[in-house]
T-cell receptor, first 115, second 112 residues
Framework: NAGVTQTPKFQVLKTGQSMTLQCAQDMNHEYMSWYRQDPGMGLRLIHYSVGAGITDQGEVPNGYNVSRSTTEDFPLRLLSAAPSQTSVYFC??????????????FGQGTRLTVV | DQQVKQNSPSLSVQEGRISILNCDYTNSMFDYFLWYKKYPAEGPTFLISISSIKDKNEDGRFTVFLNKSAKHLSLHIVPSQPGDSAVYFCAAKRYTGNQFYFGTGTSLTVIP
């Protein structure tokens, strides 16, 4: 099982550049989300989606866009990269069946450096 | 404001002894709690969870305890093994939502 796949694993951007972090899951999960991990801050939610065509903001959405055109894919777009967006980004998915308590499954992460 | 807190950034334990990792939360609406384990350069992986209707859940060497009145949970690892060396995150959510709130993590080192 591939689970949650993120690409790329590493990326260096110049300030002002844009890019898309890819995330795909093959578990037919309805719920997908993006987190960033920073030292001393834990994982913070950027955006999430409860199904195709539905997205919403998390705790730290500024500077990021998302879309969900299919159940499998949930890309994260950085519109104009800033050094403050240097972080490790994790995509996660979990089933959303009648709000049952389930765990999230994480991808391997993308380490992004903005110079 | 951090709704889930792990006040110990690091913990060192001898192999074979007990590791106790602590987590506090502030939101009384949280009713499902999870522990994740993370190795360097990998994504977090689910370890164990507990619902607010319980005060203890065991899975092999791992036990999670929940004290709702104190808004505190802990993860016990007995006996600790060198392969347990990792960063441990606690997380919480409300039953009616799927948003997870994570603590800042505790780095556990098990010394052989």
């Amino acid at each position: 099982n591939a689970g949650v796949t993120q690409t790329p694993k590493f990326q260096v951007l110049k300030t002002g550049q844009s890019m898309t972090l890819q995330c795909a899951q093959d578990m037919n999960h309805e719920y997908m989300s993006w987190y960033r991990q920073d030292p001393g801050m834990g994982l913070r939610l950027i955006h999430y989606s409860v199904g195709a065509g539905i997205t919403d903001q998390g705790e730290v959405p500024n500077g990021y866009n998302v879309s969900r055109s299919t159940t499998e894919d949930f890309p994260l777009r950085l519109l104009s990269a800033a050094p403050s967006q240097t972080s490790v980004y994790f995509c996660a998915s979990n089933p959303d069946r009648d709000n049952q308590n389930t765990e999230a499954f994480f991808g391997q992460g993308t380490r992004l450096t903005v110079v | 404001d951090q709704q889930v807190k792990q006040n110990s950034p690091s913990l060192s334990v001898q192999e074979g002894r007990i590791s106790i990792l602590n987590c506090d939360y502030t939101n009384s609406m949280f009713d499902y709690f999870l522990w994740y384990k993370k190795y360097p350069a990998e994504g977090p992986t689910f370890l164990i969870s507990i619902s607010s209707i319980k005060d203890k859940n065991e899975d092999g060497r791992f036990t999670v305890f929940l004290n709702k009145s104190a808004k505190h949970l802990s993860l016990h690892i007995v006996p600790s093994q060198p392969g347990d060396s990792a960063v441990y995150f606690c997380a919480a959510k409300r039953y009616t939502g799927n948003q997870f709130y994570f603590g800042t993590g505790t780095s556990l080192t098990v010394i052989p």
